[in-house]
């Protein structure tokens, strides 16, 4: 990151706007105008060849002719000009460029934005864009873009792929009232990207928490870096999730929208909260950006009416943050604020009496008492109460508490008075909603802050350079015969050199060979055509299992050659796998793929109709630290499989943990070579009995 020219680009002290217009309408007045009426104290540079006058600035006839390099030129021309413009400001000794001239990747011309990016990083400039409405920020009063105005002033701050979602959710933080500092637009993301910005906001004291919108990120591993050193919450919306959608995305950023659930595991291991929609992303960002994480699961709602509780019970439940009841202590206490027909358990319910006396003195206590780990308030509008009154009262609860560092939020019911008196709160630093189940919906996103970031780095992910040499030297054998497709022998070999516990396997060359592998794994075997020709072996018939006998080996193996030989007459043949048979189990997929974002990214399901037909599968980049794997293993639907069903014992949990992991580092170690892997299926046994790897697949990438 060229941290200068980004503090150039997000804070300049001069600006100018090279293709400033005097016609309104066009961008190159907007933004001129914008940057007057938004009230910025900087020096402006308006730019055109033939205007002396714009909205009663003096203008300059080109880039060279300013009076000293602007920190910020912000290029309104048509993109013919633009690059030239670059230029321009590279040898004025411009240091950050703001690009929202079209025309460049986004319909093909890749050509030109790499010009545009050699020209800036010739001359040690950055890049916002091409392709952007601009930039805004609050603390500077600084609307350099042609969004309509500063957004409702607050700490978060939006970096958005979409220029036009930046000038609607601008004008959505007013209705909303949620606020932001920053609004950025990043379009082409040429240059300066998510993982810049959201570095940099690192230290800029007006942003408390970061909002993206994302429709394909171009360098996966950048970003998760960024992420994951991030001490400020990160909170991101996905677009492009559906098949329609992604392909959306893609042609409209011409970047590439990943499959969706890998994007969610990256935002898990990114520490990353996810919002499932426009709204939400606004109800969680309020919450994230006023509120610390929810840190334990004692949470406690307090309530002037029954129905508005019960609601926000089954929020709570349904967004992962169940309620508890209250100990008796707290209730006895609680019961003080309330008449004899309300209730002090959890919800606890002062009833429709509660005014603000109520309201203070429960909050107070309440927000205060060590049991309490987050507290939501809520409120149906009464004839005997004033909105702005209760809101006051809870605020000053807060206040007087002396707590500090739990979440706390409210959720009003009710009409226009309710809507000034959550206005007054969000502004007092108070996140407030209306409906109950959008406050439970925020406060279980500061529990999923806390989750996601206690996983960041509890486990250290080693890797034994010893593995991925004999790895390499299994993959040689195969490059040299020039196969992509290692046999199911060879993939075990390499399984087997990372320490997965694969069912012994052995490559016979001849029927006595197998007789004495056979004896030497121990009966029942398996035996199956191992060829590079024959993938599909079921197909060729070349599958024997439940082999009992010396006899049953002798007369399988004549009979898998002569089968394979129908199949395909000049087949290579390596021989015949001699497999010890493994007792049956819970069947468990492992996979892997090379996904064009984040790389080598780890799969996991359950076998058989769950991963078939269900696609019931949970991916995470890797490496994977083991604290993200017990959380893959509860994630898929099936997760109660590995409990044990109909009388079975538990599933070996730490046995499945330490594959996942064994073979996460396998993947990453291998991600210059191998494009695809699968351990299908994997027999997992009772807890302390282990896992076995029954067959194995490792595909190479194609070299050129
Ligand atoms: N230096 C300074 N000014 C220059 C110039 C130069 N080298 N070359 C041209 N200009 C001036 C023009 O004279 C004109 O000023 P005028 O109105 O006084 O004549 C001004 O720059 C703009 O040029 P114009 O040809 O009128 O273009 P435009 O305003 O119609 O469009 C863009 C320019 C950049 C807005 C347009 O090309 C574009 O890319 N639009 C899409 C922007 C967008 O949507 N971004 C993404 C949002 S998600």
Known sequence: ?????????????????????????????????????????????????????????????????????????????????????????????????????????????????????????????????????????????????????????????????????????????????????????????????????????????????????????????????????????????????????????????????????????AFQQAGVVQASDLNNLFDRTLALSLMPPLKGTNLLLVTNGGGVGVLATDAAEKFGIPLKFAPPDVQEELKKHMPAFGSAKNPVDMTGMAGNDWYYETVKFAYAHPWTDGLVVLYCETAMTSPVEIAQAVKKAMDDSGMKGKPIMVSMVGGTRCDKAMQWLVENGIPAYGPPDQAMNAMAALSELNRIQSMLDKTEVVSDPACAAKAAEIIAVARGDGRTALTEVEAKQIFSAYGLPIAQTWLAKCEDEAVEMAKSIGFPVVMKIISPDIVHKSDAKGVKVNIKDEAGVRESYKTILANAKVYKADANIHGIAVQEMAPSGTEVIVGSVNDATFGPTVMFGLGGIFVEVLKDVTFRVAPVNKSQIEQMLTEIRGAPMLKGVRGELPRDRAALVDVLYRYAIMISDLAGEVSETDANPILVYAEGKGVKVVDARIILKKKA
């Open 1 to 265: 990151m060229n941290k200068e020219a980004i503090n150039k680009l997000m804070r300049p002290k001069s600006v100018a706007v090279v293709g400033a217009s005097s016609q309104p309408g066009k961008i190159g007045y907007t933004v001129l105008e914008n940057l007057i009426k938004g009230g910025y104290k900087g020096k402006i540079y308006p730019i055109n060849p033939a205007a002396t006058e714009i909205l009663s600035l003096p203008v300059f006839a080109s880039v060279s002719a300013l009076p000293e390099p602007a920190d910020l030129a912000i290029i309104t021309v048509p993109v013919k000009f633009a690059n030239q413009v670059a230029e321009e400001c590279g040898q004025k000794g411009i240091k950050a460029l703001s690009v929202i001239t079209s025309g460049y990747s986004e319909v093909g011309r890749n050509d030109l934005e790499k010009e545009l990016i050699d020209i800036a990083h010739k001359y040690g400039m950055c890049v916002l864009g091409p392709n952007i409405v601009g930039s805004l920020s609050n603390s500077d009063d600084l609307n350099a873009s042609f969004g309509p105005f500063l957004p409702f002033k607050g700490s978060a701050t939006l970096i958005t792929q979409s220029g036009a979602l930046l000038i609607a959710m601008d004008a959505i933080t007013y209705t909303r009232k949620v606020g932001f500092d920053k609004m950025i637009s990043i379009g082409n993301m040429a240059d300066v990207d998510f993982a810049d910005l959201i570095e940099w906001l690192e230290d800029d004291k007006y942003t408390s928490c970061t909002c993206l919108y994302v429709e394909g990120i171009k360098d996966g591993r950048k970003f998760i870096d960024a992420c994951r050193n991030a001490k400020k919450p990160i909170i991101a919306l996905k677009a492009g999730t559906s098949v329609h959608g992604a392909a959306a995305a893609a042609s409209h950023t011409g970047s590439l929208a990943g499959s969706a659930k890998v994007y969610t595991a």
